[in-house]
């Protein structure tokens, strides 16, 4: 029986693999994507819902947090070499180095260009942590959490096992860890502080794309609870500059919660208006999703040590906010 942390490589036949006590806590889906590394989400998603993959003998959801001892069934799957990917492109690697905005003995924090995805697969052989780990090979890097593909901003790797354990769970607890966005709105918020309280629920298109919608009925307990707090900075254009501050991270959380409140984020061609975006493309220039990661704050060793990580709005959106005023 290989230890939690062996190399996955090509089986033809189902393995079981027995957590070490390190990896206590850490959801299940998250330890499959990185046990089985250039696995697409989609497909550790399909082997979870078919029941391919077993924990303990029993089948499990994704967010099944794993303890010290437990044993993962492996089905056979076969997963490309990560020696054939070749490398990152030299434009990438440079883009990630200069993206760097911190970096301490147990943590590396980058201003993720919009257009990156966080970690490779379904037709994406590079993310930022496979392009980290080509620039750093010598050090054991680990994404702490992820964004979305087309959001900017601050991102935590984790340098070393106890810094990316202490953040998980400082992640799970109720303000261990302060996330502040900044996004533009379309169509005037009103003054003030509005709170979306408003369940998610995460569905799959055909394709494996994923679609977050609002749970709306009170006895659906498909939704996850999830609290987004927006406040107007300023307004441009007829638009709103907000900043946004999340109590959980739920997926495309801010989109949905936007959209939800009928002030999608503008440039989002997935929960926005189509015809806004359309006439901010052409007036302003904004040709992504303007929502940024600006920062977090927390603190390791027990709240001995804090953290106040910034990264500055891309420059493409403070184009935007120029040409809007």
């Known amino acids: 029986m290989p230890p939690s942390d062996a190399p996955a490589r090509p089986a033809s036949a189902a393995h079981t693999v027995r957590i070490a006590e390190d990896r206590d806590g850490q959801r299940l889906d998250n330890f499959l994507l990185g046990y089985l590394k250039g696995a697409p989400r989609s497909l550790i998603y399909k082997l979870l819902r078919s029941g391919q993959v077993r924990v303990n003998g029993g089948r499990c959801k994704p967010e099944r947090r794993l303890e010290g001892g437990d044993e993962v069934r492996i089905p056979p799957i076969r997963l490309d070499d990560p020696a054939d990917k070749g490398t990152p492109a030299k434009g990438l690697l440079e883009a990630m180095e200069a993206s760097i905005v911190f970096e301490d003995a147990r943590l590396l924090a980058i201003s993720k260009p919009s257009g990156v995805a966080s970690h490779g697969g379904s037709g994406i052989s590079f993310g930022v942590i496979e392009t980290l780990r080509a620039l750093r ?146 007036q302003v220039g904004l040709k992504r999703l303007f929502l940024h990661a600006a920062s977090l704050e927390f603190a390791l060793d027990g709240g001995k040590t804090p953290y106040v990580l910034n990264a500055p709005l891309a420059a493409e959106l403070v184009d935007v906010l120029d040409r809007l005023a």
Not at 235 to 257: D, P
């Open 137 to 282: 090979p010598r050090e054991s890097l680990e994404l702490v959490h992820r964004l979305d593909r087309d959001t900017s901003g601050l991102m935590v790797i984790a340098k070393k096992r106890s810094a990316l354990i202490e953040l998980q769970a400082l992640m799970r607890e109720e303000g261990g860890i302060n996330k502040r966005y900044l996004a533009l709105l379309t169509g005037r918020m009103p003054d003030g502080v509005m709170s979306v309280d408003a369940p998610l629920h995460v569905g799959l298109r055909q394709g494996g794309e994923r679609h977050v919608q609002v749970v709306t009925s009170a006895s659906s307990s498909a939704g996850k609870a999830s609290l987004s707090h927006f406040r107007v900075l300023e307004r441009r254009g007829g638009q709103s500059y907000c900043e946004v501050r999340i109590e959980t991270g739920r997926t495309h959380q801010i989109r949905v919660h936007a959209q939800h409140i009928g002030h999608p984020v503008a440039g989002d061609d997935k929960y926005g208006d189509e015809a806004v975006n359309k006439r901010l493309r052409e």
